[in-house]
């Protein structure tokens, strides 16, 4: 199994940013899917979730009304649309998939994780 995260970079405050998560090895369309973030010196923390069916999302308060997460089970793969970034939104970000659709279920695997920084 592999999630394979993308579209981290360099953004300045204010901007916006779509990470990608792309899975193989397994069929998300019965899985809740997730992102979390882990800044230095934090714990990792959990940003957004999706139902497997996308019915059912969640979202970390710090973020809520900037970040939408999608997801596209036809093509295997979760999106996170990040705008009106701000330099506390720095982090390596983690894509993962839950054990079953709901997103309490979330961590069973893991990406590899992909940068944002948010700076000017």
């Known amino acids: 199994v592999q999630l394979q995260a993308s579209g981290g970079g360099l953004v300045q405050p204010g901007g916006s940013l779509r990470l990608s998560c792309a899975a193989s090895?397994?069929?998300?369309?019965?899985?809740?899917m997730g992102w979390y973030r882990q800044a230095p010196g934090k714990q990792r923390e959990l940003v957004a979730g999706?139902?497997?069916?996308?019915?059912?999302?969640l979202y970390a308060d710090s973020v809520k009304g900037r970040f939408t997460i999608s997801r596209d089970n036809a093509k295997n793969t979760v999106y996170l649309q990040m705008s009106s970034l701000n330099a506390e939104d720095t982090a390596v970000y983690y894509c993962t998939s839950g054990r079953s659709w709901s997103t309490q279920s979330l961590g069973d695997y893991w990406g590899q994780g992909t940068q944002v920084t948010v700076s000017s």
């Open positions: 090895g397994i069929s998300i369309g019965f899985k809740a």
């Open positions: 999706i139902s497997n069916g996308g019915g059912s999302t």
